[in-house]
């Protein structure tokens, strides 16, 4: 069993930046590619980003690229989300998360070991 910790949430003023952690104990996110999901009040969670264990090649929602950036230490086995120019709609909460299928998509099925996630608001 991973018990998954994200931090480094809070409130920020539009145009401000944050970044996301997320640690793992137990087992660890060793040759999983690893993502970040988000989810606002009242709407479904999404995909964010995702990166690989090997060669760490990133995938962006459209949303967000350009803005973030995901990446990770496996040593530490750490996850890490750098959020800037944020805007109000990226207000939510962001979970990280484990994936365990070889699908080509990023849906929340394709992904296990929900953390309990961080709220992120963007507002003046």
């Known amino acids: 069993q991973v018990e998954v910790v994200e931090s480094g949430g809070g409130l920020v003023q539009p145009g401000g930046s944050l970044r996301l952690s997320c640690t793992a104990s137990?087992?660890?996110?060793?040759?999983?590619?690893m993502g970040w999901f988000r989810q606002a009040p009242g709407k479904e969670r999404e995909f964010v980003a995702s990166?690989?264990?090997?060669?760490?090649?990133?995938n962006y929602a459209d949303s967000v690229k350009g803005r973030f950036t995901i990446s990770r230490d496996n040593a530490k086995n750490a996850l890490y989300l750098q959020m800037n120019s944020l805007k109000p709609e990226d207000t939510a909460v962001y979970y990280c998360?484990?994936?365990?299928?070889?699908?080509?998509?990023?849906?929340?099925?394709?992904?296990?070991?929900w953390g309990q996630g961080t709220q992120v608001t963007v507002s003046s």
């Open positions: 998360a484990r994936k365990i299928s070889d699908s080509f998509y990023n849906t929340i099925k394709d992904y296990d070991s």
């Open positions: 137990g087992r660890t996110f060793t040759n999983y590619p």
């Open positions: 990166i690989n264990w090997v060669r760490h090649t990133t």
